[in-house]
């Protein structure tokens, strides 16, 4: 199936006037591959850059804080890497805030198979309703990150994750800045959007001591209805740096409610087919009295499946710390170690109607409606809108609790031609998720910017569910550079699990959608020897060639409420026959490719040429797909996992680009990327077994064709950028019966950076106009799957919007 294996590409130039090839990068991992980007990203005029790492096995690109903040102020760092060949980033935002919609693919792979870390430390694997992380833009302020490294096929074999069968993310912060000053940033624009960044460096305060403190408020309405996304942020970093090592400690703050959207339900057996449902389908807050009058009124009845709400949202609060020291042990001995903690404190919340989606039936385990009346009764209706405060009206909550703490100790030496890096990571998370159904009271309608459980005690808690994890991961790599051109890198890295689920709060069975009680007890997994090979020729100084080979695997997840756990299972016995039966998923990617970069003369103004070609193939074993266990996919009554193993997956794909410069002041690149995902294998499902036909189907989700376009140029304190994407056809059922078109979306800025005169407090103002979506395209954004055939859920695509950024300099 998936596959992100591979080459990203000298993007290099592409989105900004200068990038750059770094052939001479020692064959150090990851981290200590480029020297980081200094200073705070700030939304100027200066050269953003993308740097293509050379010496690699595998294909790395960074793409810097400066052009990070070019595509759009404050945007989730995930999103700005959008701009790279083979990436498909969906939300129904602009900034890609939003993530019950996140939708992420590289090469095939997506969100939750690949590897997530800042700084170094784990952050999850990025599913909604976190278990073992958080995301990106709640763990850093967008305008702090100093870069952005994609690490394709596979990530590095010292990546602190459980997740990274395709490749790594890792965020960057930035440094504090040598000099003293700091920024405040404004940014105003479409549907009353604010944002306000302000960052103070102290300036090098001798000894190698530095800091900066930051802080970020952000509001912004939803484009389709009056909820209001953003919160409050706050980032130190304090670096002490010798000839001894480097001490870094870092915390950040994060306080963040991010309004929902509500999916159209596509069921093509029930007539909902796209032209005949709605676009988007809002929610009524603050308009209590319009809801009232919606839920008497025809126009609900006629809905079906594509109702309206009153109001939906992510509130998330998190705290995050480490405290990393790098100490140079002797001239040819590096040791790094690292600690961190994390705690989440978060709940999702929806208020809708008692009356649809199968809740008068789960509401009936708790209030025993009128003997020999259905649940669906007249009667029994009215008894569930008194209950629940008379409105007609429930808000359904899962609450979450995460917290973590562990540790990375990464040894490193040179000896000779030989680099040999040893290292191990170990983390503790303990984990709660409860499901609770609260009143809403007629008289006193709750609000989606308060915690249902800080007003009112729940009328139900449907489940409870506690889990303890302990992860313990080690590696041992060694890059040998066996002449000054060639260098082959061997390793391998180990792997251990063990996971503990207790359930205090039972579901009542047959209350929960296919099940009976979640299980309880112990799932133990490990993976003693996962081996990587590579190698890289460099042919001149302008070409090199490069290849690899990894196995890396996604440990299961653990989590009561998420789809693919195996603690989120309907009853002991398929727990137990689970563990017994089923493996985690497993990949082997292989990639190969040429990387080029060639200064041009006597060809007019066409001045250099920089591409990449690049191939991969994935064998893609114990493929796991989460079914839906209700009709409607992701319906509000909810439901046990039902987790189908379909066997393998096999990949094929390619990735060509090349960027065009003219001179220092103009550029143009495109990339096309092709990914051709399969089952290899039918499934059985049902008693009796019904055999779905998934075998040669395409892998839903991922499109086939990418597309990406950059025109970038420069002239003096000016830059102009245009930014196009194509994304290509999607199936959205596991049998292909059902797709989504694809679309072209525009994006565009024009900014100035205006320095300032000598004396002045202010030393440069910096303005910029971001406009997304250009053309206003509409079309499917994210599509929620979890049905072999005949239904979907898809997100729409956020409309054209425009925002205006005025920073300052001091």
Not at 148 to 176: E, H
Not at 187 to 202: L, P
Not at 407 to 418: A, K, V, Y
Request: charged share 15%.
């Amino acid at each position: 199936m998936n596959s992100y294996a591979v080459s990203i590409l000298a993007l290099a130039t592409a989105l900004l006037p200068v990038a750059a090839y770094a052939e001479d990068v020692p064959a150090a991992p990851a981290a200590a591959d480029v020297a980081p980007a200094e200073g705070a990203a700030t939304p100027d005029g200066g050269e953003g850059q993308i740097v293509v790492t050379g010496r690699r096995t595998r294909s790395v690109v960074e793409l810097d804080g400066t052009q990070i903040q070019k595509e759009l102020p404050g945007i989730n760092p995930l999103k700005a890497i959008q701009t790279l060949p083979g990436v498909t980033f969906l939300t129904a935002d602009p900034w890609g805030n939003n993530e019950q919609n996140i939708s992420l693919f590289i090469h095939g792979f997506n969100a939750q198979q690949l590897g997530y870390t800042l700084d170094g430390i784990p952050l999850g694997d990025q599913t909604y309703g976190n278990y073992n992380g958080l995301s990106p833009q709640r763990a850093i302020i967008s305008e702090n990150v100093g870069r952005v490294t994609l690490a394709s096929g596979a990530g590095d074999l010292g990546t602190a994750s459980t997740s990274n069968l395709g490749g790594t993310i890792d965020t960057f912060s930035s440094d504090p800045k040598v000099e003293r000053g700091g920024t405040i940033a404004q940014t105003f624009g479409s549907y009353n959007t604010y944002r306000t960044f302000v960052r103070v460096d102290s300036g090098d305060l001798g000894g190698g001591n530095g800091f900066y403190l930051s802080g970020v408020r952000q509001d912004s309405r939803a484009w389709d209805f009056n909820g209001h996304q953003g919160g409050y942020q706050a980032n130190g970093k304090f670096v002490h740096d010798d000839a001894t090592g480097k001490l870094t400690i870092y915390g950040a703050y994060s306080d963040k409610t991010e309004p929902n959207e509500d999916a159209t339900v596509i069921n093509i057996s029930k007539g909902e087919t796209p032209g005949k449902v709605p676009y988007a389908r809002p929610f009524f807050y603050p308009n209590f009295a319009g809801m009232q009058t919606y839920l008497a009124s025809g126009a609900y009845k006629a809905a079906a499946d594509n109702y309206r709400n009153y109001y939906s949202d992510a509130q998330r609060t998190d705290y995050l710390g480490y405290v990393k020291y790098d100490w140079h042990v002797s001239s040819n001995i590096e040791w790094s170690n690292q600690g961190y903690y994390h705690h989440n404190d978060g709940v999702g919340v929806v208020a809708g109607p008692i009356d649809v989606a199968g809740l008068p039936g789960l509401f009936s385990f708790y209030y025993p409606g009128v003997a020999g009346s259905s649940p669906t009764s007249t009667a029994n209706i009215a008894r569930l809108t008194t209950i629940f405060g008379g409105s007609g009206l429930a808000s359904r909550t899962t609450e979450y609790r995460i917290d973590r703490e562990g540790g990375i100790s990464t040894l490193r030496g040179t000896f000779g031609n030989h680099e040999i890096e040893l290292g191990g990571w170990y983390e503790h998370q303990s984990s709660s998720a409860y499901r609770r159904w609260y009143a809403l009271d007629v008289n006193n309608p709750s609000s989606p910017y308060t915690r249902p459980r800080d007003e009112a005690a729940p009328l139900i808690t449907q489940y409870g569910s506690e889990i303890r994890v302990d992860e313990i991961q080690t590696h041992l790599q060694d890059t040998w550079r066996i002449l000054p051109s060639v260098t082959i890198l061997a390793g391998f890295k180990s792997t251990f699990q063990k996971a503990t689920q207790a359930v205090p709060v039972q579901p009542i069975p047959g209350s929960f959608s296919n099940s009976t009680a979640l299980p309880v007890g112990k799932l133990n997994t490990d993976k003693a020897f996962l081996p990587e090979i590579g190698a890289t020729w460099d042919v001149d100084g302008n070409a090199q060639l490069f290849a690899n080979a990894q196995q890396n695997i996604r440990q299961f997840p653990t989590s009561a409420a998420t789809g693919l756990s195996p603690f989120a299972l309907g009853s002991q016995p398929v727990f137990e026959a689970f563990k017994a039966n089923v493996k985690p998923e497993t990949s082997w990617t292989y990639e190969g490719g040429a990387r080029v970069h060639y200064p041009i003369t006597g060809a007019g103004p066409l001045t250099a040429f920089e591409g990449q070609v690049s191939y991969y193939h994935v064998d893609f074993s114990n493929r796991l797909l989460a079914l839906s266990p209700t009709t409607v996919i992701t319906s509000i009554i909810s439901g046990a996992a039902i987790i189908q193993n379909v066997g393998s997956v096999k990949t094929d794909g390619i990735d060509f680009a090349a960027t065009l410069r003219f001179g220092p002041h103009f550029s143009i690149y495109d990339a096309a990327s092709y990914n051709d995902s399969k089952y290899q294998q039918n499934y059985s499902t049902g008693v009796p077994a019904v055999v779905v036909p998934t075998a040669g189907k395409q892998v839903p989700g991922s499109p086939m064709w990418l597309n990406k376009t950059v025109v970038s140029a420069n002239y003096g304190a000016f830059d102009v950028q245009l930014i196009g994407d194509y994304l290509g056809k999607r199936y959205a059922t596991f049998t292909n019966d059902l797709s989504v078109p694809g679309y072209f979306t525009l994006a565009g800025r024009i900014g100035v950076a205006v320095p300032l005169g000598d004396g002045m407090v202010a030393r440069k103002l910096n303005l910029s106009l971001n406009v997304t979506n250009i053309t206003d395209q509409k079309g499917a954004s994210t599509i929620s799957i979890g049905s072999a055939t005949n239904t979907y859920n898809a997100f729409p695509v956020a409309p054209r919007q425009v925002f205006g950024t005025i920073a300052i300099d001091f």
